[in-house]
């Protein structure tokens, strides 16, 4: 996929000589409009890193190897490799692929907690992220403390955050709970916060990896209803999600990765259907829900 900057007026010769409607004012009116348009830009986003092929060596062997003039032994992992996409305002994005095809390392990505090894990010709007439920919780601070964290972390000042306090743990449903410390909790009461948290935050764009399938079935019916008040909003988002189910009904466009390559673009029941077929194993229910 070309990038905005790729694009070049002059491959059109003088736009007065030929048609009016492309002079360089309208062509540069088109691509301001275009660009408006979009919440998400990635341009040729790669991540690479390195890991070591064996466990970290005891002190004894790693003197030893010293000793030997032996080097650590690594491998480069391309997690994300030269993917482009953009994504306009109002568009819910499902995210797809095998364990290890670069979703959470693109999402995290875009919500800027990894940089680029190469290419760029540009993203237009307030981000509310849902990575992992109860990430950047701190366990020794009670529920209230942390929502207040989360509050500040999103840019909302003490005053914000008070007026949405209520609200946040109401949806919760946490009880006495809000009071105790997180590392109390249980994974169903961090997820329901986590939640909570996120959804209230106002977001302009919601990045969601892997939440929906947490919690128990009344939370998952609050959660869903939450989600669909955000879409009726025109609120743009990135679902990660293992539950191709959930992808065709709540996204209405998605990508398919693979060993970090961009290989689909299409409308969620589209890329799911191809994704199913590529794996050979079908569109039954078991597998769109627990794939």
Same mark, same amino acid.
């Given at each position: 996929?070309?990038?905005?900057?790729?694009?070049?007026?002059?491959?059109?010769?003088?736009?007065?000589?030929?048609?009016?409607?492309?002079?360089?004012?309208?062509?540069?009116?088109?691509?301001?409009?275009?660009?408006?348009?979009?919440?998400?830009?990635?341009?040729?986003?790669?991540?690479?890193?390195?890991?070591?092929?064996?466990?970290?060596?005891?002190?004894?062997?790693?003197?030893? $190897? &010293?000793? @030997?003039? #032996?080097? +650590?032994?690594?491998?480069?992992?391309? *997690?994300?490799?030269?993917?482009?996409? /953009?994504?306009?305002?109002?568009?819910?994005?499902?995210?797809?692929?095998?364990?290890?095809?670069?979703?959470?390392?693109?999402?995290?990505?875009?919500?800027?907690?990894?940089?680029?090894?190469?290419?760029?990010?540009?993203?237009?709007?307030?981000?509310?992220?849902?990575?992992?439920?109860?990430?950047?919780?701190?366990?020794?601070?009670?529920?209230?403390?942390?929502?207040?964290?989360?509050?500040?972390?999103? $840019? &909302?000042? @003490?005053? #914000?955050? +008070?007026?949405?306090?209520?609200?946040? *743990?109401?949806?919760?449903?946490?009880? /006495?709970?809000?009071?105790?410390?997180?590392?109390?909790?249980?994974?169903?009461?961090?997820?329901?916060?986590?939640?909570?948290?996120?959804?209230?935050?106002?977001?302009?764009?919601?990045?969601?990896?892997?939440?929906?399938?947490?919690?128990?079935?009344?939370?998952?019916?609050?959660?869903?209803?939450?989600?669909?008040?955000?879409?009726?909003?025109?609120?743009?988002?990135?679902?990660?999600?293992?539950?191709? $189910?959930?992808?065709?009904?709540?996204? +209405?466009?998605?990508?398919?990765?693979?060993?970090?390559?961009?290989?689909?673009?299409?409308?969620?029941?589209?890329?799911?259907?191809?994704?199913?077929?590529?794996?050979?194993?079908?569109?039954?229910?078991?597998?769109?829900?627990?794939?």
């Amino acid at each position: 996929m070309s990038s905005l900057s790729d694009f070049d007026s002059s491959s059109f010769g003088d736009p007065s000589e030929t048609d009016p409607g492309l002079s360089a004012e309208n062509i540069l009116k088109v691509h301001k409009e275009v660009t408006e348009q979009l919440a998400i830009s990635v341009q040729n986003l790669s991540i690479t890193y390195k890991t070591q092929f064996e466990r970290v060596p005891t002190v004894k062997k790693a003197v030893a $190897g &010293l000793v @030997r003039g #032996e080097k +650590n032994k690594f491998k480069v992992v391309e *997690a994300v490799n030269d993917v482009s996409f /953009d994504v306009k305002h109002g568009t819910i994005l499902g995210v797809i692929g095998h364990n290890g095809a670069g979703k959470s390392t693109l999402l995290r990505s875009i919500a800027g907690i990894l940089a680029p090894t190469t290419g760029r990010i540009e993203v237009r709007g307030n981000i509310s992220t849902l990575l992992a439920l109860g990430l950047g919780f701190h366990p020794q601070l009670t529920g209230r403390e942390n929502v207040i964290l989360g509050g500040l972390a999103s $840019g &909302l000042s @003490r005053e #914000e955050i +008070n007026d949405k306090f209520l609200e946040i *743990a109401n949806f919760a449903d946490l009880g /006495d709970f809000i009071d105790l410390p997180t590392r109390t909790y249980s994974s169903g009461m961090n997820a329901r916060l986590a939640f909570s948290v996120a959804v209230h935050m106002d977001p302009d764009i919601l990045l969601i990896d892997e939440a929906l399938s947490t919690g128990d079935a009344a939370f998952k019916r609050k959660a869903r209803i939450k989600m669909e008040e955000l879409m009726g909003n025109a609120r743009t988002m990135l679902v990660v999600s293992h539950g191709l $189910g959930t992808i065709k009904e709540l996204c +209405n466009d998605a990508i398919w990765l693979d060993h970090g390559r961009l290989v689909g673009r299409g409308s969620a029941d589209e890329i799911v259907d191809r994704y199913t077929d590529f794996v050979d194993s079908g569109n039954s229910a078991v597998v769109l829900e627990d794939f």
